[in-house]
């Protein structure tokens, strides 16, 4: 017997100005979009992933649990909040469970490392070289401590805690995989080898930089800015020469990392927009790995299959994907 039944996952992302959340719904092998918001938050309220007013940010966490029906929910918090280890096993026992391995290889430790007594850590683990590896991604205890009690005093239960750049991983499941990760106020190349995180590295260069670039060549306000990125992004078709030059400028970093490193084998690559799409970034990147470069689009993933994508606004799409990309982990083939 099958069931019909519509399931549903709800992710919660929270940042120290924002709380967003959107609800998935499930029917058979068709996914929509239920609900979705961006709630505000005042300044002080969270600093760095600490929570420093429990009370208003339980205000702001009840308010969402009246409106969505799966109290059972995901988290996510900024990837700076993580400790990311990975390790090695050695080779792969069949007849011990991994926990027991992972506290074996943690006690050969030279000496015990701090974060082993502050921090909580999720692992997961892979095989690679016929060894075992594992991935501990660790989260402060007095924070991990404060979501969790928070939630359930707003009547909400954390079913997992994760970090906004790994939600993307078993979207790269198999080889290896970098993801350009371009946010409002900053980016990052994200590696992956068959879906588990190897590393990341971070560059000065968003969505915010390149506006203001424009403002300062350009001596025009923020909203005509905006339109001129979204109208020209990088190509050569803008009306001002100082624009283009110095909006290559600001890219110069990434594309030289991306030009100078080498992965062997050669590594997928996919930009990720957290805001609009930057016109001709795509074909820049490309050039200078000198390699293929696709823009990530969730909704073009071939094995899962939306059917009402329009309720979510086209510019908002972008914002949600690392919930949406975490939400299709519980639904993982």
């Known amino acids: 017997m099958f069931s019909t039944k519509k399931q549903s996952k709800s992710v919660i992302k929270i940042t120290d100005t924002h709380i967003s959340y959107i609800t998935i719904q499930k029917e058979k092998s068709l996914f929509s979009i239920d609900k979705y918001e961006i709630i505000d938050i005042p300044e002080g309220i969270i600093k760095y992933g600490e929570i420093l007013k429990a009370d208003i940010f339980s205000k702001k966490i009840k308010e969402i649990q009246e409106k969505i029906e799966n109290k ?155 339109r001129v990125l979204e109208k020209y992004g990088v190509l050569r078709t803008h009306k001002d020469e100082r624009v283009y030059k110095r909006l290559h400028r600001s890219l110069a970093s990434l594309l030289d990392y991306l030009k100078k490193r080498k992965t062997k084998p050669k590594s997928k690559i996919s930009v990720i927009y957290t805001t609009l799409p930057i016109k001709g970034l795509s074909d820049e990147l490309s050039y200078s790995a000198g390699e293929n470069v696709d823009d990530f689009n969730i909704f073009n993933i071939k094995k899962y299959t939306f059917k009402e994508i329009l309720s979510l606004v086209k510019k908002d799409s972008y914002y949600y994907q690392s919930h949406i990309a975490q939400a299709l982990r519980f639904w993982k083939k």
């Open 72 to 226: 059972n929910v995901d988290v996510l918090l900024s990837h700076d909040l993580f400790l990311s280890h990975h390790g090695i096993l050695g080779a792969k026992d069949q007849k011990q469970k991994p926990k027991k391995r992972i506290k074996n290889y943690l006690h050969n430790f030279s000496q015990v490392e701090p974060w082993q007594k502050s921090h909580i850590c999720e692992f997961e683990t892979f095989t690679f070289d016929k060894k075992e590896h594992v991935l501990l991604t660790c989260l402060q205890k007095d924070i991990q401590s404060s979501y969790f009690h928070l939630f359930k005093k707003s009547g909400l239960t954390i079913a997992s805690i994760n970090s906004d750049m790994l939600a993307f991983g078993h979207l790269f499941s198999e080889g290896q995989s970098s993801v350009v990760c371009i946010n409002d106020k900053d980016s990052c190349v994200i590696d992956f080898k068959d879906g588990m995180f190897i590393g990341h590295k971070e560059f000065q260069l968003s969505h915010a930089h390149l506006i203001n670039d424009i403002m300062k060549d350009v001596s025009i306000n923020k909203e005509e800015s905006l």
